[in-house]
């Protein structure tokens, strides 16, 4: 897939509309539109790479670091009793966008995920207050150390 028609460069290039949780020179995160529970964020790097086969292993660490800063963030903005942390490679796992990507998934005692395909869209206007929500917390909670 090139970068051209890569949904999340798109993102990147913000020429598709997203509901942004963090975002740096490197990484961004944001709300997946099809979230498995409120607040399922997706991390990716802003360049595009396909799988974790591609990445370079100081872009990967990279990567993982936001994934836990965002993962803080979310579990106390959804006051979630944990969180799942998804990474998929390639169609037989389950990739439908081939830039590198992680889930960052709220999930709460008890309760068990729905397919993807039962899982619906959220409105642009829930998922920004949602983000908003998120985005709080880098506030409110010191960034992780170095």
Known sequence: MSQESCEFCKIVRKQ???SIVYEDNMFLAFLDFKPFT???TLVIPKKHYEAIYDITDRELAGLFMIVKKVAIMVKHAMSADRISVVQNNGRAADQHIFHIHVH???RYVGQ???KPEEVPMTSRERLDAI???IKKQLV???????
Do not use: N, T
């Open 140 to 146: 409110i909670r010191p960034p992780l150390p170095k």
């Open 131 to 133: 983000a908003k929500l």
């Open 38 to 40: 409120e607040g399922h």
């Open 16 to 18: 598709a509309p997203v």
């Open 104 to 106: 960052v998934i709220p």
């Open 112 to 114: 068990k995920l729905p």
